[in-house]
């Protein structure tokens, strides 16, 4: 079993930058693909970025490529989440995600990721 703590959101003004955080519990991190998604107020949870277990390939949702980055720290059971250039739009809470499949088509479902953190809310004034 993996246990997901996030942390590092709050308010920030549009085109400012923010960095999340996901710990994992447990010793089979690195056994997991890893994955953000966001859930805006009245909207369905969206796929936002996913990486691979040794961290070698990612993936990103269309609206924040470019200006998101993904990246985990095996050693440290953490993976992360650098917003760059934050829009309003933006605004949701954000959770991170373990996936266990190998392949990366199923890497943009929510349906397909066995652990979830509580989440973190950001939030981008404009």
């Known amino acids: 079993q993996v246990q997901l703590v996030e942390s590092g959101g709050g308010l920030v003004q549009a085109g400012g930058s923010l960095r999340l955080s996901c710990a994992a519990s447990g010793r089979t991190f690195s056994s997991y693909a890893m994955g953000w998604f966001r859930q805006a107020p009245g909207k369905e949870r969206e796929f936002v970025a996913a990486?691979?277990?040794?961290?070698?390939?990612?993936y990103y949702a269309a609206p924040v490529k470019g200006r998101f980055t993904i990246s985990r720290d095996n050693a440290k059971n953490t993976v992360y989440l650098q917003m760059n250039s934050l829009k309003p739009e933006d605004t949701a809470v954000y959770y991170c995600a373990a996936n266990p499949y190998y392949s990366s088509r199923y890497y943009y479902e929510d349906d397909k990721y066995d652990y979830w953190g509580q989440g973190t809310q950001v939030t981008v004034s404009s």
């Open positions: 990486i691979t277990r040794n961290g070698g390939d990612t």
